[in-house]
């Protein structure tokens, strides 16, 4: 054996599993993606005769979206933000049961090997089981707008992401909901 064909052989090996793992990374560029998350939800700035008798919960959220690009997607997303205990002028206590439709544009930027920051701005339909004649802030069947901010990893060679996120419902000058939740989504 000729010693330029032993010193060859190591880099046509290396190649060929370059490009085996390249043809395994999965493309994320583009496409439908889902996931579910889990995190926390805090309320503040109830500024009404209601009061918090206790403001968080544990949240779960569900969404599907579509990447365009590296840069831009749009999503849907589902949030049961758990139930935020209020008082009413009378010392009543209510427990809040608040859901969210939301329909946001995130924003992606690469930072380092998988690791990705990302922004959202959007619009959320709030469906609450709770009125205003109950403690004072009207948060039942309105709209209100979403806007977040997180950190993404996205695996390289399976088409799967991780995040963590933290995103304000702004529903009204009385009432807002904070969120941070972790979530898992695949890409399709």
């Not at 370059?18 to 496409?31: K, M, P, Q, T, W």
């Not at 009413?88 to 946001?104: M, P």
């Not at 930027?109 to 990302?118: D, E, H, S």
Request: glycine share 12%.
């Amino acid at each position: 054996m000729k010693l330029s064909t032993f010193l060859a052989a190591p880099v046509v090996l290396s190649s060929a599993l370059i490009g085996l793992n390249a043809a395994n990374a999965a493309d994320v560029s583009s496409g439908l993606y889902s996931g579910i998350g889990v995190g926390n939800t805090i309320a503040h700035d109830v500024k009404s005769d209601a009061g918090l008798d206790d403001n968080n919960d544990t949240n779960l959220n569900a969404f599907v979206g579509y990447k365009f690009n590296n840069w831009f997607s749009t999503e849907l997303g589902f949030t049961d933000f758990g139930d935020i205990s209020l008082k009413n002028s009378d010392g009543n206590t209510r427990d809040l049961g608040t859901k969210a439709y939301s329909l946001s544009a995130i924003g992606e930027i690469p930072i380092w090997a998988g690791l990705i920051g990302y922004g959202r701005v959007g619009g959320a339909y709030i469906d609450s089981d709770i009125s205003k004649s109950d403690v004072g802030v009207d948060v039942n069947d309105e709209w209100a707008p979403v806007y977040g901010l997180g950190v993404k990893y996205q695996w390289e060679t399976v088409p799967l992401f991780t995040r963590l996120e933290y995103t304000r419902y702004d529903i009204d000058s009385d009432f807002k909901l904070d969120t941070t939740q972790l979530s898992i989504g695949a890409q399709f």
